[in-house]
Protein backbone atom coordinates (compact mmCIF):
# COMPACT_ATOMS: atom_id res chain seq x y z
CA UNK A 1 0.00 0.00 0.00
CA UNK A 2 1.33 3.55 -0.77
CA UNK A 3 0.75 6.20 1.56
CA UNK A 4 0.35 8.89 -1.33
CA UNK A 5 -0.07 7.94 -5.09
CA UNK A 6 -0.50 11.19 -7.70
CA UNK A 7 -2.03 9.81 -10.41
CA UNK A 8 -2.15 10.70 -14.08
CA UNK A 9 0.06 13.53 -15.02
CA UNK A 10 2.66 14.54 -17.52
CA UNK A 11 6.02 13.64 -16.08
CA UNK A 12 9.07 15.23 -17.04
CA UNK A 13 12.10 13.06 -15.40
CA UNK A 14 14.53 15.80 -16.39
CA UNK A 15 16.58 13.62 -18.83
CA UNK A 16 14.99 15.90 -21.74
CA UNK A 17 12.64 13.75 -23.31
CA UNK A 18 8.73 14.58 -23.53
CA UNK A 19 6.73 14.27 -20.76
CA UNK A 20 4.75 11.12 -20.43
CA UNK A 21 1.57 10.36 -18.24
CA UNK A 22 3.11 8.23 -15.33
CA UNK A 23 1.73 7.80 -11.91
CA UNK A 24 3.91 8.03 -8.53
CA UNK A 25 3.69 6.14 -5.42
CA UNK A 26 4.89 7.13 -2.23
CA UNK A 27 5.99 5.23 0.77
CA UNK A 28 7.16 6.72 3.76
CA UNK A 29 8.00 10.29 2.49
CA UNK A 30 9.89 8.74 -0.59
CA UNK A 31 9.11 7.65 -4.26
CA UNK A 32 8.66 3.93 -4.53
CA UNK A 33 7.19 3.59 -8.05
CA UNK A 34 6.93 5.51 -10.87
CA UNK A 35 4.51 3.94 -13.81
CA UNK A 36 1.48 1.98 -13.43
CA UNK A 37 1.33 1.95 -9.14
CA UNK A 38 -0.97 -0.52 -9.18
CA UNK A 39 -2.20 -1.30 -5.64
CA UNK A 40 -4.61 1.06 -3.00
CA UNK A 41 -3.02 4.31 -1.57
CA UNK A 42 -3.90 6.26 1.57
CA UNK A 43 -4.44 9.80 -0.20
CA UNK A 44 -4.78 9.85 -3.86
CA UNK A 45 -3.95 13.15 -5.80
CA UNK A 46 -5.20 13.52 -9.59
CA UNK A 47 -2.97 15.48 -11.29
CA UNK A 48 -4.68 15.15 -14.77
CA UNK A 49 -3.89 18.46 -16.57
CA UNK A 50 -0.55 19.16 -14.60
CA UNK A 51 3.38 18.15 -14.81
CA UNK A 52 4.80 16.67 -12.13
CA UNK A 53 8.53 16.62 -11.54
CA UNK A 54 9.84 14.17 -8.91
CA UNK A 55 12.74 14.55 -7.53
CA UNK A 56 12.97 18.53 -8.31
CA UNK A 57 14.78 20.51 -6.10
CA UNK A 58 13.87 24.48 -6.30
CA UNK A 59 17.12 26.10 -6.16
CA UNK A 60 15.00 30.06 -5.84
CA UNK A 61 16.34 32.37 -2.99
CA UNK A 62 15.65 36.32 -2.62
CA UNK A 63 19.30 36.42 -3.89
CA UNK A 64 19.53 34.83 -7.15
CA UNK A 65 23.32 35.07 -7.49
CA UNK A 66 24.13 32.73 -4.26
CA UNK A 67 23.28 29.66 -6.50
CA UNK A 68 26.91 30.52 -8.05
CA UNK A 69 28.60 30.54 -4.70
CA UNK A 70 27.15 28.76 -1.76
CA UNK A 71 28.21 25.64 -1.82
CA UNK A 72 25.11 24.42 0.95
CA UNK A 73 22.67 26.02 -1.14
Known amino acids: MF ?6 GTLF ?3 GD ?3 TKNIGITN ?3 SEIGDCDG ?9 GKIITPGFIDL ?5 GQV ?3 SEL
Open 18 to 20: SGK
Open 3 to 8: DTKIVG
Open 60 to 64: HTHYD
Open 68 to 70: SWD
Open 13 to 15: DGS
Open 29 to 31: GRI
Open 40 to 48: PARKTINAS
